[in-house]
């Protein structure tokens, strides 16, 4: 018990030991599969092709003045209700407006 007990005296199995086994798998020159086990394909920790709120793109797919959001409808709002073309006719009314009394201010200096 001086040193941790038994369960520290265990050897591990020999596979393990010379990091070797039974699986053979060759490869080809580029780095691609050719016979045994086929590579797994690395999954993502985040859900892909996720349409929230009847959008018809996923977040992120639009990105305007520091700020992400839906392409479809230029919604900088997380988790919103798509408004789709609206939305972008909104979106490029409020901007144009924007611009021109920016205009003005200039102008009027």
Do not use: M
């Given at each position: 018990?001086?040193?941790?007990g ?16 039974e ?30 709120g ?8 639009y990105?305007?003045d ?9 919604s ?6 798509c ?6 006719r909104i979106?490029?009314s ?6 021109k ?9």
């Amino acid at each position: 018990e001086k040193y941790g007990g038994v369960k520290h005296l265990k050897a591990p199995p020999k596979e393990l030991l010379l990091a070797q086994s039974e699986n053979y798998v060759e490869y080809s020159e580029d780095g691609r599969v050719i016979k045994g086990h086929e590579a797994a394909i690395p999954k993502s920790k985040y859900v892909e092709d996720v349409y929230d709120g009847n959008h018809t793109a996923v977040w992120g797919s639009y990105y305007k003045d520091g700020k992400w959001g839906y392409a479809c409808c230029f919604s900088t709002v997380r988790n919103s209700y798509c408004t789709g073309e609206a939305g972008k006719r909104i979106a490029l009314s409020k901007e144009s407006a924007a611009r021109k009394r920016n205009i003005a201010v200039i102008l009027n200096e």
